[in-house]
């Protein structure tokens, strides 16, 4: 079982819908979440990260983190032709470094969900 | 201002080659991760560097994986007797400090053939 479970879709959805997009987590080390957006060809691209649970919004994006039921999501309101991507979800687990601080340098990632939205 | 860039963008080489993959920080970055992302595995964390400090290696799949990292800025992946199984795209990221976000270049797309 991966340590992160992510639905891969594919997930087709009108403009101007609400999209849920949701990942499970076995590790309860995990503290510090994102979410990036990809396309295709391109680099995965920040867009948005929490260590708490709760939600956290930006613009017509939502985070969410669950912290006891293991389970993240983000939601996309108003959904645009534009926002078509496979969306990953990202956890880390805090380490100690060498230098006495504390890292959350080591992402484990889901395995993305492919979202298109049709005008 | 500029992002993380790293080249080549494509690499095309045959089984039992070395190749070299190279990665420009953000200016002012002071941690830089690879990874490698291929359609069976999703996207997997390879090595870690922060500062002055010894890289974290945990993710390096076998002894023909290598990193370093030159005066704290430029970094170079460096696979050795290259298999077709390490056929993927190589991504790398940098961040401000260890527990900044994370921004990723364009990755270099290798093809062993």
């Known amino acids: 079982q991966k340590e992160v479970e992510q639905d891969p879709g594919p997930l087709s959805v009108p403009e101007g819908a609400i999209v849920s997009l949701n990942c499970t987590y076995s590790n309860s080390a995990f503290q510090y979440f994102m979410w990036y957006r990809q396309y295709s060809r391109k680099g995965p691209e920040l867009l948005m990260y929490?260590?708490?649970?709760g939600n956290k919004e930006d613009g017509r994006f939502t985070a969410q983190v669950d912290k006891s039921s293991k389970y993240i999501s983000l939601f996309i309101r108003d959904s645009q032709p534009s926002d078509s991507a496979t969306y990953l979800c990202?956890?880390?687990?805090?380490?100690?470094?060498?230098?006495?601080?504390?890292?959350?340098?080591?992402?484990?990632f889901g395995q993305g969900t492919i979202l298109t939205v049709h005008p | 201002g500029a992002g993380v860039s790293q080249s080549p963008s494509n690499k095309v080489t045959e089984k039992g080659k070395d190749v070299e993959l190279r990665c420009d920080p953000i200016s002012g970055h002071t941690a830089l991760y690879w990874y490698r992302q291929s359609l069976g595995q999703g996207l997997e964390f390879l090595i870690y560097f922060q500062g002055n400090s010894a890289p974290d290696k945990s993710g390096l799949p076998s002894d023909r994986f290598s990193a370093e990292r030159t005066g704290g800025s430029v970094s170079t992946l460096t696979i050795q007797r290259t298999q077709q199984e390490d056929s993927a795209v190589y991504l790398c990221a940098s961040s401000s400090g260890p527990q900044r976000a994370q921004y990723f270049g364009p990755g270099t797309r290798l093809t062993v053939l």
């Open positions: 990202a956890m880390s687990v805090p380490r100690p470094t060498n230098a006495g601080g504390t890292s959350y340098g080591k992402l484990t």
């Open positions: 929490t260590y708490s649970s």
